[in-house]
């Protein structure tokens, strides 16, 4: 089985998966991170390990909720399964399911499923970014009334300071906003958390999309362990956002990264 057809696949199980066990009331345990888990995160978790151990036992997983053979290998498959947990877990069907694979750190594929719209965004390097079929490519939008997802709330005053007639999205989904920057409907998606689970997809299907993906700093990083947060855009408004995220991170250097939303 090939890279492509295996990682698509997958992901339509896991968004059946997703939609199936999606209901109101749903039980939830809260991590020590202050975020939600459910029994789905975990199954699909599950899922992604025992599939990629059978078809391709030389590599490995790094998954949000488990990982499998991560050390030495030259192939990370890099997963979320659900991301987007809080709002999957609330009642608001915005998540998706997400899958990289990495080699030496690099992303070479990625797939991003949203199994409430039936969207399945996928792009292997080199060859394009798609939406269901149909070629995607970023948007040429500025800030001056542009739209970013912010999902570093602790700033987004200072954002909103600096760029009045920018509209500031907090989806609780850095993945969702990612393919929306892809698909060309909103100029930025911005992550100030450090697990490469929730940007090794993203990285190569916005760069595949004729955007731009790096850290917060505006520098690239690997995707097979601990990032420094992740900026996706469509390569336009990247290098203003980076100079106020640096400003940002001069001010606030205690809220970038895992402890950014304790006790909220």
Request: glycine share 12%; aromatic share 12%; net charge positive.
């Amino acid at each position: 089985m090939d890279y492509k057809d295996f990682a698509v696949g997958l992901a339509k199980k896991a968004g059946r998966e997703i939609k199936k066990n999606f209901v109101y009331g749903m039980k939830k345990e809260w991590k020590d991170n202050n975020t939600p888990i459910t029994k789905t995160d975990i199954a699909v978790n599950k899922m992604v390990i025992r599939e990629v151990k059978k078809y391709f036992p030389n590599h490995g997983i790094l998954g949000e909720e488990e990982s499998y053979g991560v050390e030495g290998r030259e192939y990370l498959w890099v997963c979320d399964p659900v991301d987007g947990t809080v709002p999957f877990s609330h009642g608001m069907p915005i998540c998706t399911f997400s899958l990289g694979l990495v080699k030496n750190g690099q992303p070479l594929l990625g797939v991003v499923y949203d199994p409430f719209m039936d969207r399945l965004y996928f792009a292997q390097k080199g060859k394009g970014a798609f939406l269901n079929g149909k070629r995607i490519r970023v948007s040429k939008a500025g800030m001056e009334k542009g739209v970013v997802n912010w999902e570093w709330t602790f700033t987004k005053s200072e954002f909103k300071a600096q760029y009045p007639k920018t509209f500031g999205l907090s989806l609780c989904s850095f993945v969702y906003g990612g393919m929306l920057v892809a698909s060309g409907e909103i100029a930025a998606s911005l992550y100030s958390w450090t697990y490469a689970h929730d940007g090794a997809a993203i990285k190569v299907i916005v760069e595949e999309a004729g955007g731009k993906a790096t850290d917060v700093y505006g520098k690239s990083q690997r995707y097979d362990g601990r990032i420094k947060g992740c900026l996706v855009s469509n390569g336009k408004v990247h290098n203003e956002i980076i100079m106020l995220l640096k400003k940002l991170l001069v001010k606030y250097p205690d809220k970038f990264g895992d402890s950014q939303n304790k006790g909220n």
